[in-house]
């Protein structure tokens, strides 16, 4: 949607005059508008000749026409007053075109993206709030429903303010969806099939790059693109009630009854005899003490400000070295709809290899060594000789960076306890947006030394990967329900005190 395709300054005395008595269709004549109006030579002195032009007033396009070459006589060159035309070479409709955000104007598109990411900071903090406040439930409701709405709206935005605004919004009610349908659904699955579930949710992430390639290739408007993008989530709207809220967190609020009735559901759709001591058991949680989530909880505990303070600097790796790395696909010498579904392909794989490291070599060894596999890809690629060796390396990197991105989400939903998941998770994510809105600004280093960014992510992916290995293994364990259970997972002697196991796995 920001996209900004070749564009020149318009000049209104000429607007109104066609080239039929130069035998020339429309797009000929812009072509000879274009040629005469901008001044050549710019370079020399660092302007863009595509934010200036001559200054034609009082001149026909006859007149310059015929005047072979207008720089013998005029040399006065003024900036873009009354306008640009778009060629429309790459895309379609975009803000940049509508708003004209170019020349003076061209850093608002970064901007805006900088906004949309700052609502998914806002995002992170709300939405774990609130799910652990009012429940998983509520929380997916109430943002799955005002994506749809606001994503709607944006494509009713009449200036960039209203436009930055529900961008804003966008981002934080988006993340929030998506952050606590992660926690809810690996909170109402088994140890064995965790995994999966998590990983799984990525492929759909994949997808969505292609999707977006072929909309954007083929939807010629931004506004219509918005409300593209808003029905999916007015879609799942009439379908939200037919979740239910998390067994774990009900019995983490001490509301059985409403627990018993979430359980009965699940085992009754999934074909199950509910055991008779099941409730007596989940029954004598009764006598432990509710636990409060907030941040305070995490720093009463040493271990548990070690194991979060390690995730926060993980995440922000794993989100800084991935967006770091997708930001280069552009250079690879193709048609930008087609890099972009590249960049999105590797995944694919990198997804399915996170899954079955997972299972096979748990969680320390799987992310701690990928991550340190994207650093030393990083390297490799300071090294290698420009073409395919290069790039080779470099989807080495996007391959082993995508992969610990997914394994990274289940481990910590692992580490947290019940009470403190959603936080925890969000606190992380909070971190992985900051380091998302600081890949790109250290990508400006490469004019200093042209290695320097690579140096940058090889050095901290490898650095985060071995501090992965001082994080506990959770393989086959059950999730954390209380603070006691995760500051025993590093001894490996975790036995959940809400004996609610069962529940999960029906």
Excluded at 25 to 31: H, L, P
Excluded at 365 to 393: D, E, K, N, Q, Y
Aim: glycine share 6%.
């Amino acid at each position: 949607m920001t996209g900004t395709n070749d564009h020149w300054c318009k000049v209104s005395q000429w607007e109104a005059e066609n080239c039929s008595q130069y035998l020339m269709d429309a797009s000929q004549c812009d072509e000879l508008k274009r040629n005469l109006s901008t001044p050549v030579n710019l370079d020399e002195y660092d302007l863009d000749p595509q934010c200036f032009k001559y200054n034609l007033s009082g001149i026909s396009l006859s007149d310059a026409y015929e005047s072979n070459n207008l720089s013998t006589y005029i040399d006065d060159v003024i900036p873009c007053d009354e306008g640009w035309h778009f060629e429309r070479n790459n895309y379609r409709k975009t803000i940049t075109e509508e708003w004209e955000l170019v020349c003076d104007r061209s850093s608002i598109p970064n901007v805006l993206q900088s906004v949309n990411l700052a609502g998914v900071l806002l995002g992170c903090i709300l939405s774990g709030a609130m799910a652990d406040k009012i429940g998983r439930f509520y929380t997916i409701a109430i943002c799955t429903v005002l994506t749809g709405v606001v994503c709607a709206i944006t494509a009713l935005s009449s200036n960039i303010y209203v436009y930055a605004m529900l961008r804003f919004t966008v981002g934080a009610t988006t993340y929030g969806a998506s952050l606590v349908c992660f926690v809810y659904g690996t909170e109402v699955v088994s140890a064995d099939v965790r995994v999966y579930f998590g990983v799984f949710l990525w492929y759909f992430f994949a997808l969505g790059y292609f999707v977006l390639a072929v909309i954007g290739r083929y939807v010629t408007s931004w506004r219509i693109q918005m409300v593209i993008y808003a029905l999916p989530f007015l879609f799942l709207t009439p379908f939200i009630g037919m979740l239910s809220e998390s067994p774990r967190w009900l019995l983490s609020k001490k509301k059985f009854v409403h627990a018993e009735k979430v359980i009965r559901k699940i085992a009754r759709v999934n074909g199950k005899t509910l055991p008779d001591e099941l409730m007596s058991t989940l029954k004598t949680v009764e006598d432990v003490p509710i636990q409060s989530a907030s941040y305070l909880d995490i720093l009463r505990h040493r271990i548990l400000i070690y194991y979060t303070i390690n995730l926060i600097y993980n995440w922000f790796v794993q989100s800084f070295v991935y967006y770091g790395l997708s930001l280069g696909t552009s250079s690879l010498g193709v048609n930008n709809y087609i890099a972009f579904c590249l960049s999105g392909a590797v995944e694919i794989p990198a997804y399915t290899a996170s899954m079955f490291s997972m299972t096979y070599l748990g969680r320390k060894i799987s992310t701690g060594g990928l991550m340190i596999l994207a650093g030393l890809a990083c390297f490799a690629t300071i090294l290698a000789p420009l073409g395919p060796i290069r790039v080779i390396f470099g989807m080495i990197g996007k391959f082993a960076i995508t992969a610990s991105f997914a394994n990274i989400y289940v481990h910590t939903a692992e580490i947290f306890p019940t009470p403190l998941r959603v936080l925890g998770v969000g606190t992380c994510s909070i971190a992985a947006r900051v380091g998302g809105i600081i890949a790109p600004l250290v990508l400006v280093l490469e004019k200093g030394w042209k290695h320097l960014p690579l140096v940058c992510f090889a050095a901290s992916s490898v650095l985060a990967g071995l501090l992965v290995f001082f994080l506990p293994e959770t393989k086959g364990l059950p999730m954390p329900d209380t603070i006691e259970d995760t500051l025993s997972l590093r001894k490996r002697k975790y036995r959940p005190v809400n004996n609610n196991q069962a529940a999960s796995e029906l």
